[in-house]
């Protein structure tokens, strides 16, 4: 069993940044793609960003394109999330996951003011 534990959110300034962290525990999640979800209040969970398990290849919804960056740390079974630019909208919980094997984290809170 993997356990996953995001951290990093809080309340920042239209225009600032924060960088997620995710954190995972059992086992190594190194050989699995990883990704990065939101949901806002009244609002379904949508995609964010995906990495793949070797690191080469990530993917972004549209929204965050140019402005949010998904990396890893194998050696530290950790995903990353760096949001820069940030806007109102990208308000939401902010969840990480390995989707394909149904695990994911708690979520971590992250406010945006405008």
């Known amino acids: 069993q993997v356990q996953l534990v995001e951290s990093g959110g809080g309340l920042v300034q239209a225009g600032g940044s924060l960088r997620l962290s995710c954190a995972a525990s059992?086992?190594?999640?190194?050989?699995?793609?990883m990704g990065w979800f939101r949901q806002a209040p009244g609002k379904e969970r949508e995609f964010v960003a995906a990495?793949?398990?070797?690191?080469?290849?990530?993917y972004y919804t549209d929204s965050v394109k140019g402005r949010f960056t998904i990396s890893r740390d194998s050696a530290k079974n950790t995903v990353y999330l760096q949001m820069n630019s940030l806007k109102p909208e990208d308000t939401a919980v902010y969840y990480c996951a390995v989707q394909s094997r149904g695990y994911w984290g708690q979520g971590t809170q992250v406010t945006v003011s405008s």
């Open positions: 059992g086992r190594t999640v190194s050989t699995y793609p």
């Open positions: 990495i793949s398990s070797g690191g080469d290849n990530t």
